[in-house]
């Protein structure tokens, strides 16, 4: 006669936290990349917001014409 075996694994809690650490790491990750762009693009800010403020304002004024 064959055991059945259980659905139950006492293992199961440990698997969860690993899995909770790896989203914490993945957060971590995507933090730094975040930081990383402002860093590196933050001085040009400025020249992209103007250039997108520059393009807009040209879209909306051939749109009135």
Wanted: proline share 3%.
């Amino acid at each position: 006669m064959a055991f059945k075996k259980g659905d139950r694994s006492y293992l199961a809690p440990r698997k969860f936290s690993v899995g909770k650490a790896q989203s914490i790491f993945e957060y971590v990750i995507l933090t730094a990349v975040v930081v990383a762009t402002v860093l590196i693009f933050g001085p040009h800010f400025d020249a992209i917001k103007k250039s997108c403020d520059d393009a807009f304002n040209r879209s909306v004024a051939e749109i009135v014409k």
